[in-house]
């Protein structure tokens, strides 16, 4: 009989997630479907410690989402990246358990698949743990400044102040739903709620690459000014598959290319959201 190693993705909700298509369509190219399953709990902070520790020798990872990042800390060895962040999105069963975070390293392996490996100027919108994530990632990139857009001033410094100070990351503050007489060299949006397609198309008028991480109402107001501007753009699903190849390396031991994965994430949406809207 094979032995079948066991992986899921845990968050409340979940039902939406796209990780088990992924994972899966990762194993197949890998040739390991028949070894390797990835399914889907939903589970909430209370219960992470208990599903956790209930889990037999057959596990070897879970992706941790919302609203478990904080949470599964506490349940291992956590990277410095994940400290730093106070975020986590891997958990490595072991003995000692590990806890990583892909979505820096996912964000930054996005952006070099496009052929963007420098950054020196940013502008972010959001205040929120994906902004964090966003910061550090575009620190290793060569940051220098960034100019944060968000709803709340006094937030957004709380969440991305100290971080960017230890980065070495100058931020500046600009009103939410403006746009800035600036220019940069990358835009990084993380808010989930859409933005008028006005400034969308103001906003990437002034940089030279566009990364929306989020891919609810994909492709997005921010996902089409960047087209029809011709510059660089990128989409919550290549932040998506970008995070799961560092999990499935770190789970498995074995590398998976980006494409199929890729392709099988965007047929999964096109069918979910006709014409992608």
């Not at 066991?6 to 968050?11: D, F, I, M, S």
């Not at 909700?13 to 992924?22: A, C, D, E, N, R």
Request: charge should be negative; hydrophobic fraction near 45%.
């Amino acid at each position: 009989m094979t032995e079948v190693w066991r992986c899921a993705v845990l968050g409340q909700p979940v039902g939406h997630s796209l990780s088990p298509l992924i994972h899966t369509r990762a194993y197949e190219v890998l040739g390991i479907a028949d070894r390797w399953h990835y399914g889907r709990h939903e589970v909430g902070v209370a219960d992470l410690p208990a599903f956790v520790a209930g889990c037999g020798p057959e596990w070897v990872g879970l992706s941790c989402t919302a609203p478990l990042k904080s949470a599964v800390l506490g349940l291992g060895e956590a990277s410095e990246i994940a400290r730093r962040l106070d975020a986590g999105n891997t958990f490595l069963f072991g003995t000692p358990a590990r806890v990583e975070n892909t979505d820096v390293t996912g964000l930054v392996g996005a952006f070099a698949r496009a052929g963007i490996t420098r950054a020196r100027t940013a502008l972010l919108l959001g205040n929120g743990a994906t902004a964090r994530s966003a910061l550090y990632a575009l620190s290793t990139m060569g940051l220098t400044e960034a100019l944060v857009l968000a709803r709340s001033r006094e937030r957004a410094e709380a969440s991305l102040g100290a971080l960017a100070g230890s980065l070495g990351v100058r931020l500046e503050h600009g009103a939410w739903g403006s746009v800035p007489d600036a220019t940069a060299d990358v835009l990084v949006s993380t808010v989930s709620a859409p933005l008028p397609p006005a400034v969308a198309a103001g906003l990437v008028a002034g940089v030279g690459a566009s990364f929306d991480v989020t891919y609810n109402h994909y492709p997005t107001h921010l996902d089409q000014a960047a087209r029809a501007a011709g510059i660089v753009q990128l989409s919550g699903l290549d932040l998506l598959v970008g995070q799961a190849l560092d999990q499935i390396r770190l789970m498995t031991g074995l590398d998976c290319p980006a494409e199929p994965l890729l392709a099988a994430a965007l047929d999964a949406l096109n069918r979910t959201t006709p014409e992608g809207a």
